[in-house]
């Protein structure tokens, strides 16, 4: 159980003041931020920065690491443990029983945000890590890039690079399906009946693809899945008495939609498998809009006075540069929103992840010596 300090946010259920979480080998329960979280951390080489799993609706971050008794090779921590990065993967509270002890139905952007920089702050600050960490947004965690930032950046510590994994832009209205989420009795958002088979489907064709089990179904949706907060939900719906209600602007606003200055360096991960056809075909469009209004406002539209005197010769090289800038930060890699599933998978974003980091850099440096 958690101690006093989470007693006094929430009141913790009768029947559960007697039972112990079922918790994984090195996970933790912690809180940050007034609520409670799952934690796991790897340690890694102290030169390289933290490597952050922020997880997506109604998933516990334990998809990226898998159950006891898995093949770990089968997982995406066990190759960044590999390559030597330090990993720290999130959960915020949802509905499963063998880890949180209560609903939280108006957690929301801000307060995901402000919990996950806690807690991200909390390991670099314990470790000795640099300050920039590197963040993958998988699914639903890909509306946290620009909060996030903010969060960190009043706490001493920034995003070195943040990548979308399949994962929901601050575009509005790109997943009409999610519309439909209905209230469990809890508050939180019901994903029986919404999108759970969906992604049991998902995890099927990885199982299939990588030979063997990865991950039983039964077990990911029993120790791996639950309700969760709809104000998180790229749906702009928020808890209000009982229902879900729409509060676009509010949405937006959280997620700063239009902020595009504000927003982290960023790249993409995405697929082409059409079990996640929204995904595979608008992904490098939408993030597309991000990439390039992020590294526009950041390194360029801020400097009018360079942008004023670029010579003609450089601003055909600056416009080749941006025009090119989006699709040298995505990549495409094999598999199905649960890509990062399996050996092969697992291996490959690690890969990927390695790639779009140079890519970053280079691209950053491009621009800024055609700026100089």
């Given at each position: 159980?958690?101690?006093?300090?989470?007693?006094?946010?929430?009141?913790?259920?009768?029947?559960?003041?007697?039972?112990?979480?079922?918790?994984?080998?090195?996970?933790?329960?912690?809180?940050?931020?007034?609520?409670?979280?799952?934690?796991?951390?790897?340690?890694?080489?102290?030169?390289?920065?933290?490597?952050?799993?922020?997880?997506?609706?109604?998933?516990?971050?334990?998809?990226?690491?898998?159950?006891?008794?898995?093949?770990?090779?089968?997982?995406?921590?066990?190759?960044?443990?590999?390559?030597?990065?330090?990993?720290?993967?999130?959960?915020?509270?949802?509905?499963?029983?063998?880890?949180?002890?209560?609903?939280?139905?108006?957690?929301?952007?801000?307060?995901?945000?402000?919990?996950?920089?806690?807690?991200?702050?909390?390991?670099?600050?314990?470790?000795?890590?640099?300050?920039?960490?590197?963040?993958?947004?998988?699914?639903?965690?890909?509306?946290?890039?620009?909060?996030?930032?903010?969060?960190?950046?009043?706490?001493?510590?920034?995003?070195?690079?943040?990548?979308?994994?399949?994962?929901?832009?601050?575009?509005?209205?790109?997943?009409?399906?999610?519309?439909?989420?209905?209230?469990?009795?809890?508050?939180?958002?019901?994903?029986?009946?919404?999108?759970?088979?969906?992604?049991?489907?998902?995890?099927?064709?990885?199982?299939?693809?990588?030979?063997h089990s990865v991950l039983d179904a039964a077990?990911?949706?029993?120790?791996?899945?639950?309700?969760?907060?709809?104000?998180?939900?790229?749906?702009?719906?928020?808890?209000?008495?009982?229902?879900?209600?729409?509060?676009?602007?509010?949405?937006?606003?959280?997620?700063?939609?239009?902020?595009?200055?504000?927003?982290?360096?960023?790249?993409?991960?995405?697929?082409?498998?059409?079990?996640?056809?929204?995904?595979?075909?608008?992904?490098?469009?939408?993030?597309?809009?991000?990439?390039?209004?992020?590294?526009?406002?950041?390194?360029?539209?801020?400097?009018?006075?360079?942008?004023?005197?670029?010579?003609?010769?450089?601003?055909?090289?600056?416009?080749?540069?941006?025009?090119?800038?989006?699709?040298?930060?995505?990549?495409?890699?094999?598999?199905?929103?649960?890509?990062?599933?399996?050996?092969?998978?697992?291996?490959?974003?690690?890969q990927a992840l390695k790639l779009l980091r140079q890519t970053?850099?280079?691209?950053?440096?491009?621009?800024?010596?055609?700026?100089?």
């Amino acid at each position: 159980m958690l101690g006093a300090a989470l007693t006094a946010t929430w009141r913790v259920p009768v029947e559960a003041q007697t039972r112990r979480p079922m918790l994984y080998p090195r996970e933790e329960l912690t809180e940050a931020a007034g609520y409670p979280a799952l934690v796991r951390f790897d340690p890694g080489r102290a030169e390289l920065p933290l490597v952050v799993f922020i997880t997506g609706g109604g998933v516990l971050g334990r998809v990226a690491y898998g159950p006891p008794g898995g093949r770990t090779d089968d997982f995406l921590c066990h190759w960044l443990h590999e390559e030597g990065f330090p990993s720290l993967v999130l959960s915020y509270p949802i509905d499963n029983s063998g880890v949180f002890d209560a609903a939280f139905p108006l957690f929301s952007m801000t307060n995901w945000a402000e919990q996950s920089a806690e807690i991200i702050a909390r390991y670099v600050d314990r470790n000795g890590l640099p300050a920039n960490v590197v963040v993958l947004g998988w699914s639903m965690a890909g509306r946290i890039a620009e909060p996030l930032h903010a969060a960190l950046q009043r706490k001493g510590k920034g995003i070195e690079l943040f990548v979308a994994m399949a994962g929901a832009s601050a575009l509005p209205n790109t997943l009409p399906g999610l519309d439909h989420l209905t209230p469990a009795p809890s508050g939180l958002a019901a994903i029986k009946g919404a999108y759970v088979d969906w992604l049991l489907h998902c995890l099927a064709d990885q199982n299939a693809a990588a030979g063997h089990s990865v991950l039983d179904a039964a077990r990911f949706t029993g120790e791996m899945t639950g309700d969760f907060p709809v104000g998180l939900a790229a749906s702009a719906m928020r808890y209000r008495n009982g229902d879900f209600v729409r509060d676009s602007a509010g949405d937006a606003l959280e997620i700063g939609t239009a902020q595009y200055r504000a927003f982290p360096p960023l790249a993409l991960m995405t697929h082409a498998s059409a079990i996640d056809a929204r995904h595979a075909l608008t992904d490098r469009s939408t993030w597309g809009v991000y990439i390039t209004q992020q590294l526009c406002e950041t390194l360029i539209f801020s400097r009018p006075d360079k942008l004023a005197a670029l010579p003609s010769a450089k601003w055909v090289k600056l416009d080749e540069h941006i025009s090119h800038a989006a699709q040298r930060l995505s990549a495409t890699l094999p598999g199905n929103h649960m890509f990062f599933l399996g050996e092969k998978g697992a291996r490959k974003t690690v890969q990927a992840l390695k790639l779009l980091r140079q890519t970053a850099t280079d691209v950053a440096g491009e621009i800024s010596r055609l700026m100089a």
